[in-house]
């Protein structure tokens, strides 16, 4: 009923930056909150930030200050500014959105497939 398209992964070395967008569409009355999450190798999937429809945003510990995120709500898209990368910050980052489908009454989370995002020299 919805899908979350992401785009911008790729390789970068560590202290460049890269930046990822994420598009909502199908059966949306309204989107309550968008962001991402990551998952590394081996590692248990990890909050990056959200960012709420009144602009409100939470970020993970280690992003505070590296990543910006942005929204913007007439296009149902969100997107991360990450900047001065490290390796550690390697992982499949996954759009997330928690969504009012059309006609419903609650709120469902959706995932998108994936990014990578790779940090190495």
């Known amino acids: 009923q919805v899908q979350l398209v992401e785009s911008g992964g790729g390789l970068v070395q560590p202290g460049g930056s890269l930046r990822l967008s994420c598009a909502a569409s199908g059966s949306i009355a309204s989107i309550a909150d968008m962001g991402w999450y990551r998952q590394a190798l081996g590692k248990e999937r990890e909050l990056v930030a959200l960012?709420?429809?009144?602009?409100?945003?939470n970020y993970g510990d280690s992003m505070k200050g590296r990543f910006t995120i942005s929204r913007d709500n007439a296009k149902k898209s969100v997107s991360l500014q990450m900047t001065s990368l490290k390796p550690e910050d390697t992982a499949v980052y996954y759009c997330?959105?928690?969504?009012?489908?059309?006609?419903?009454?609650?709120?469902?989370?959706?995932w998108g497939q994936g990014t990578q995002v790779t940090v190495s020299s």
């Open positions: 997330y959105a928690q969504v009012l489908n059309r006609g419903a009454y609650m709120l469902h989370p959706y």
């Open positions: 960012i709420w429809n009144g602009g409100a945003t």
